[in-house]
């Protein structure tokens, strides 16, 4: 499949349901639309970014976590991209079309806090371990 070819609009429904749902205080709410984004994840092609063929980790914290960004579409890669650019993070890296399996080695990691989602834009975190 082409990265142009790649559109998630729903899970970007599903995360600014979140929001509306942290508004009101409701962490039954989020926690099921959490689990739906799950589990759209788990039917969609995604877009990642690797180096040397390693997905990228981005540092989250000090205590060497880190997530892995993921994008839903062509133009949330490109508003990423010019991210890493901005951040001198854009040598050797290549987007590319993969399945959530892609990931499943990763989850076992402690450090492993979950997938950002459109780092540019939306930048949420959804743990895989959900």
Known sequence: MEIEEIKNPEIKNQI???YLHAENNNQKAIDRTNKSIVEILKESPLIT???NDNYVRIPYGND???VVP???DKSEL???LEYFRLNEM???KVPQVV???YFEKINDNPNFLGLLINIATVCYII???I
């Open 127 to 129: 743990d895989m371990g």
């Open 16 to 18: 600014q349901m979140v």
């Open 49 to 51: 970014v690797t180096e």
């Open 78 to 80: 490109e508003k990423g």
């Open 90 to 92: 854009k040598k050797n």
């Open 70 to 72: 993921i994008f839903t």
């Open 64 to 66: 060497g976590d880190f």
């Open 99 to 101: 399945d959530i399996d």
